[in-house]
């Protein structure tokens, strides 16, 4: 069988979606962070970082490259030649998503890029940073979802 591009978006974000929040729960369950030390002094908490960082920017990736023009070819909207900052407002317009928050967490994501191995504290608010965006990235999914689904096309 033969995806189509939405179906083949969906299933792509599902994988992403699921893992993340296994993350998360077990990100939740050690509690609050005070020091970066907390989670890299733990093997088992980093890794739980880790998998919480690599599913928010994959999840990311996969709503931006592969559900936002599928969505948006479901819908009928001529978007090729729009630009991403275009494509954003029109699903915004729609209620998907909200812009400001999805250039939120893409700033949050470039700071991940970029490693302080002299200032801890600023690794630790990116870090405490991305697990939330994460959260609320799993939200948005969620709800995009919900949306398709209300409309037939999931």
């Given at each position: 069988?033969?995806?189509?591009?939405?179906?083949?978006?969906?299933?792509?974000?599902?994988?992403?979606?699921?893992?993340?929040?296994?993350?998360?729960?077990?990100?939740?369950?050690?509690?609050?962070?005070?020091?970066?030390?907390?989670?890299?002094?733990?093997?088992?908490r980093l890794r739980v970082a880790d998998q919480v960082?690599?599913?928010?920017?994959?999840?990311?990736?996969?709503?931006?490259?592969?559900?936002?023009?599928?969505?948006?070819?479901?819908?009928?909207?001529?978007?090729?030649?729009?630009?991403?900052?275009?494509?954003?407002?029109?699903?915004?317009?729609?209620?998907?998503?909200n812009a400001t928050d999805w250039f939120a967490w893409?700033?949050?994501?470039?700071?991940?890029?970029?490693?302080?191995?002299?200032?801890?504290?600023?690794?630790?608010?990116?870090?405490?940073?991305?697990?939330?965006?994460?959260?609320?990235?799993?939200?948005?999914?969620?709800?995009?979802?919900?949306?398709?689904?209300?409309?037939?096309?999931?």
């Amino acid at each position: 069988m033969t995806r189509t591009r939405l179906e083949a978006a969906l299933w792509e974000a599902d994988r992403h979606l699921v893992v993340l929040e296994q993350a998360m729960a077990s990100w939740a369950a050690y509690g609050e962070v005070a020091s970066l030390n907390e989670v890299e002094g733990n093997p088992h908490r980093l890794r739980v970082a880790d998998q919480v960082l690599f599913r928010f920017m994959k999840l990311q990736d996969a709503l931006g490259m592969r559900l936002v023009p599928a969505t948006l070819a479901a819908l009928g909207e001529p978007f090729e030649e729009w630009p991403m900052r275009d494509r954003l407002d029109r699903l915004e317009k729609l209620h998907v998503l909200n812009a400001t928050d999805w250039f939120a967490w893409r700033e949050i994501r470039n700071q991940l890029a970029h490693e302080y191995p002299d200032r801890p504290q600023r690794r630790l608010a990116n870090l405490l940073a991305a697990v939330e965006a994460a959260g609320a990235l799993a939200g948005l999914y969620r709800h995009w979802r919900t949306f398709l689904q209300t409309r037939g096309m999931a």
